[in-house]
């Protein structure tokens, strides 16, 4: 079994910041990509960054310039560190992998089980 396990949301102030971590495990060969989606109430869900095992990245034209994504040093866990945020930023957000539970590359997408993160104005 895989699990993505997210924490680090909370309530903050405009203005303010959050650092929010994903940590894969499980029986997982590989990870490609990870991805960081956020859905606001009444909203469809929404790409927010992706980071490549390459720490490719790219991010959401909403975001640029207040978000990063990193990935930790043995590639299973992301990060999403949000700085300046606005309380349009307020929603839950959902940790996503690619995974590979086998040698020969089989990637399949998995889905943490969100964190809410709400900005106050």
């Known amino acids: 079994q895989v699990q993505l396990v997210e924490s680090g949301g909370g309530l903050v102030q405009a203005g303010g910041s959050l650092r929010l971590s994903c940590a894969a495990s499980?029986?997982?060969?590989?990870?490609?990509?990870m991805r960081w989606y956020r859905q606001a109430p009444g909203k469809q869900r929404e790409l927010v960054a992706a980071i490549t095992d390459g720490d490719n990245t790219n991010y959401a034209d909403s975001v640029k310039g207040r978000f990063t994504i990193s990935r930790g040093n043995a590639k299973s866990t992301v990060f999403l560190q949000m700085n300046s945020l606005k309380p349009e930023d307020t929603a839950v957000y959902y940790c996503n992998a690619d995974i590979s539970q086998t040698v020969r590359p089989m990637y399949y997408s998995y889905w943490g089980q969100g964190t809410q993160v709400t900005v106050s104005s």
């Open positions: 499980g029986s997982i060969f590989s990870i490609n990509v």
